[in-house]
């Protein structure tokens, strides 16, 4: 079957980090650009941060530049999601999705940022 799992939510405090993995089976992940996307309660769906499929190339949305990294281990499958200096704003469900199209997404890992 063709899927994404994500994994590594939670809650925290602000301040604190967390990383994020995105596991991908029954397709080729190495030959995939991958993004990360969230969705806090009661707002639209926000793209996090994207990255290439040899993991050189990447993108990171204004709101979380110098906090947040992405990166992956095409050997395993799996992209990752760094978050450091975690802020309530931050709180959401967050997404991996495979591609550039609409229909290859994981079931998603909450994170919940609050003191």
């Known amino acids: 079957q063709v899927r994404l799992e994500e994994s590594g939510g939670g809650l925290v405090q602000p301040g604190e980090s967390l990383r994020l993995s995105c596991v991908g089976s029954?397709?080729?992940?190495?030959?995939?650009?991958m993004s990360w996307y969230r969705q806090p309660p009661g707002k639209e769906r926000e793209l996090v941060a994207s990255?290439?499929?040899?993991?050189?190339?990447?993108h990171l949305a204004d709101s979380v530049k110098g906090r947040f990294s992405i990166s992956r281990d095409n050997d395993k499958n799996t992209l990752y999601l760094q978050m450091n200096d975690l802020k309530p704003e931050d709180t959401a469900v967050y997404f991996c999705?495979?591609?550039?199209?609409?229909?290859?997404w994981g079931q998603g890992t909450q994170v919940t940022v609050s003191s």
């Open positions: 999705k495979a591609g550039y199209g609409d229909d290859l």
């Open positions: 990255l290439s499929a040899g993991g050189f190339n990447s």
């Open positions: 029954g397709f080729m992940f190495s030959s995939f650009y």
